[in-house]
DNA sequence: CCAAAAGTGTTGGTCGTACACCCATGC
DNA sequence: GCATGGGTGTACGACCAACACTTTTGG
C-alpha cells in the first residue's frame, strides 16, 4: 500500500461503506491508517480490483474479511474518478454501500482495527465513537463525500425499498418497534408512534414482502408483540 | 480500437448514453460499429479514460465530440466491471446518463453515423428507427443492460429531480404542454390532461424552480399558452 | 391495580385522479 | 359561430400526521 503506481496508468479499487444500525443510530466502520498518505486518518475499507474479478466480488472480499460468513447486502453508490484523490497515482474507486445488522458487525468487532462510528450530524459529517469525534477533514482520501453521499442514498431510499430490512438481527423473527428503530437510525428523526405499524403494514405486507407470524415476543415489559418474518 | 490490452491490465472507459425527447418519445442515440468485437453491432459511443481527465470529464468530452457546443446534463448511471464484457480485455466501464433537447441533438446528427432509436418497449427492450427495429442481441457489450438501467433511472428520477427540463428546446421559454410530452417520453405513457398543469404548478412553482413569464405562444392553433422558465 | 409497550380508531389535511367545464385564439 | 388546444373547478378516494384510546403483558 506504501508504493507509487507506475506513470500514466490507472488502477480500479473499491471501497466499502459498512453500515449497521443500532439502537436508533445509524453507524460506519472505519479503520485508521498507519501509513502515509493520510497516515492517522480514517478511512473505509477497500483496496484495488484485480484482473479476475469484478468490483463487486472485490467488494464483496473486502466485507468477507471484514465479516467472516456474512452476506451483506451490497449496492453499488457511485464511481469517483477525482484525478489527484490518491497522491501514489491514478485510482478510479467504485464505492459500495454494505448493510449488515448490529449483533453480526459487534461479533466481528473484537480483534480487528475497524471501530464502528455513530453518525451525529450528515451536514457536516460528524462521526462519534465514544469519546473520539471525527469530521471530515480527519478522513482519507474523498471518503468524507463517499459517506455523505451513502446516508444520502440510504435515507433517500428506505422509503421505497426493502433496505431497512437488512439491517435486521433475525429477518425471520422481528417486531415492527425493532423495525421502526432502523428507519429511525437511518432517518435520524423519530418516526410518530401508532403510524409506524400501518405505514408498514400498507407499504409492505400488502405487497407481500414480510408476512405476521403467529408467535409472539416474550419476556419483555409490555405487551408482547407480534413477529414478522420476511418472504424468501 | 482493433487490438488487444496487455493482459493482467485494468483499463477504465466511460459509456454515455444520450437520450433526448421528441413528441413523446424518448431516444437513444447509437452508432454501428464495424469492427470486431461486435461488427455490425450498434453500441453507445465511449472511449477510454486517460491518465489526465476524470471519468466525467471523459464523458463531456465523448459528448462534445458528438454534440459540440452543448452543455447537455450528464449523470452517472453505474459503473459495469463484469470480467468478459469487452472480448479485448479487462475493461470497467463508468456509464453516463445525458439528456439533450432533441432540436440540437437533431442539428448534429447531419454527417454524424449516429442514429437516434426510439424506444417501444422497455421489458424486451426494443429500439426502431425508421423500418430497423433493434432488440437487445443487436447492441455491443453490455450495452443494453446499460440502457435499460437508464431508461428505469430516468423514470424513477422524473418525478422527484428536474431531469425533465434538460430536455426542452428552450428552458427559458416552454409551455406546460411541451414539458408534458416530455413527461410522457420518459414515462412511456400519456398523462392526465388537465392535472398535469396542477402538478407541475405544485411541486416546481412553489418551490421556486420554474417561473410563469408574461409572455404567450402565438400562432398556433386554440388557445395561446403561457410561457415559463427555469430558475438559474 | 399500575406501568409499560403494542396496537387501533378517529379526525383533519394534503395530494393524485377523473372528468366536467370555461377561456382565448384562428378560421 | 365553431373547432382546437389551454387551463380551472369540483368531487371523490388514498394516504399521512397527530393524538386519544384500548389491549396485553410483568410486577
Known sequence: MGETLPQSQLAVAVDVMLTTACEGELRVLLSQRKAAPYAHCWALPGRMVTYQETAENAAHAVLEELLPGTGAALEQLYTFSGVNRDPRGRV????????????????????SPMRA????????????????????SHLAFDHGEMIRMGIERLRGKVEYTDIAFRYLRDPDAFTLAELQRVYEAILGRPTGSGNFQRMIRNRYLERGLIRQTARKTRGGQGRPAALFEMVN
Open 117 to 136: 462510528f455513530t453518525l451525529v450530524e450528515n451536514s457536516r459529517l460528524l462521526l462519534r465513537d465514544g469519546s473520539l469525534t471525527l469530521q471530515e
Open 92 to 111: 478510479v474507486s467504485v464505492a459500495y454501500l454494505a448493510m449488515a445488522p448490529w449483533e453480526r458487525v459487534a461479533s466481528s468487532m473484537a480483534g
